[in-house]
């Protein structure tokens, strides 16, 4: 469904929906046209003009990634106040687009080649594909951190010290018991992990895996378990 702005990334919604509000208040009535579009919603625009009837709308092919609408960060709107959906006699396109770069986002209405005034982006990523092709590779990659994204620093923290007792069990290598086996860089975050209640052990004892205690000590110098 081209038109769901809930299939784009969660920040984009955030603003879609800041962009309408505002452009009420200014009596500019917005609705939002394309969104997210997959490969073949794509492909089907690439036809047009082409194998299938009208005017050639894109250069780009679905399975090439290099439309921001494929990485669900891009949406276009149109005019809603019944003058017609792209009717730019009062430069209607233009006072949304500042609005619209008001709230941070990338307006096409600024690109030189092509000029697309009912486009919006977020702006993180550059103004094509490239770099998100180069970082994430697919988009379902890349929506896997969209979830990230939106976590808080807390949030981050609860996930780290959690994985660090669910893995104390997975590894099997060289393991130690007490935190007197454990060698000098590795003691002051063990002893903190175990004070703090994040490191239980088992009967046994501690458990703690060589690799599970590299682990832990990378995560401590970067301040996860401060
Ligand atoms: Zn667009």
Same mark, same amino acid.
């Given at each position: 469904?081209?038109?769901?702005?809930?299939? !784009?990334?969660?920040?984009?919604? +955030?603003?879609?929906?800041?962009?309408?509000?505002?452009?009420? #208040?200014? =009596?500019? /009535? *917005?609705?939002?046209?394309? !969104?997210?579009?997959?490969?073949? +919603?794509?492909?089907?625009?690439?036809?047009?003009?082409?194998? #299938?009837? =009208?005017? /050639? *709308?894109?250069?780009?092919?679905?399975?090439?990634?290099?439309?921001?609408?494929?990485?669900?960060?891009?949406?276009?709107?149109?005019?809603?106040?019944?003058?017609?959906?792209?009717?730019?006699?009062?430069?209607?396109?233009?006072?949304?687009?500042?609005?619209?770069?008001?709230?941070?986002?990338?307006?096409?209405?600024?690109?030189?080649?092509?000029?697309?005034?009912?486009?919006?982006?977020?702006?993180?990523?550059?103004?094509?594909?490239?770099?998100?092709?180069?970082?994430?590779?697919?988009?379902?990659?890349?929506?896997?951190?969209?979830?990230?994204?939106?976590?808080?620093?807390?949030?981050?923290r609860e996930?780290a010290k959690k994985e660090a007792n669910d893995m104390v069990y997975?590894y099997?290598?060289k393991v130690y018991n007490k935190i007197s086996e454990v060698p000098e860089w590795g003691k002051a975050t063990v002893q903190k992990l175990y004070d703090k209640g994040i490191l239980k052990g088992t009967e046994k004892g501690l458990e703690i895996s060589e690799t599970l205690l590299r682990l832990l000590v990378i995560n401590d110098r970067?301040g996860l378990y401060n």
């Open positions: 469904m081209s038109r769901d702005i809930k299939m !784009c990334h969660p920040r984009l919604q +955030e603003k879609a929906e800041k962009l309408i509000t505002e452009c009420a #208040k200014q =009596g500019l /009535i *917005v609705k939002l046209g394309e !969104c997210f579009r997959s490969a073949a +919603e794509q492909d089907a625009l690439y036809a047009q003009g082409r194998t #299938k009837p =009208g005017n /050639i *709308v894109t250069n780009a092919r679905g399975s090439s990634y290099s439309s921001m609408h494929q990485w669900g960060i891009a949406f276009d709107v149109i005019r809603n106040d019944g003058k017609g959906a792209y009717n730019n006699s009062d430069n209607w396109f233009q006072k949304v687009g500042k609005i619209g770069r008001s709230l941070g986002l990338e307006w096409g209405g600024d690109w030189t080649s092509p000029v697309d005034m009912p486009h919006f982006q977020l702006p993180d990523w550059g103004s094509t594909p490239t770099r998100l092709k180069q970082l994430y590779g697919t988009v379902n990659t890349f929506k896997r951190t969209w979830e990230v994204d939106e976590m808080t620093e807390a949030q981050v996930i997975k099997r290598d970067a």
